[in-house]
């Protein structure tokens, strides 16, 4: 009996709590973009690929450019 009660408490738990962990998909591009583009951070270069079940969701290349410094001699 109290095997059965332990089995059917884990089961309702993991019932209730697999909606808390699960990932949120809404705005991925938006959080992606702004966490490159943060102005708290170093430059970024580089490419961001995202991919689900082997299909791209999100790709984005991004190379800082600095400003060439012309000297004379």
Excluded at 8 to 26: D, V
Excluded at 39 to 49: A, D, L, Q, R, Y
């Amino acid at each position: 009996m109290k095997t059965l009660l332990k089995i059917l408490t884990l089961g309702l738990i993991c019932l209730i709590c697999q909606p808390i962990f699960a990932q949120k998909n809404a705005k991925l591009k938006h959080d992606f973009e702004k966490i490159i583009r943060s102005k708290h951070s170093f430059p970024f270069n580089g490419v961001v690929i995202v991919s689900k079940n082997g299909k791209t969701m999100y790709e984005k290349v991004h190379f800082w450019y600095y400003p060439c410094r012309k000297f004379v001699s």
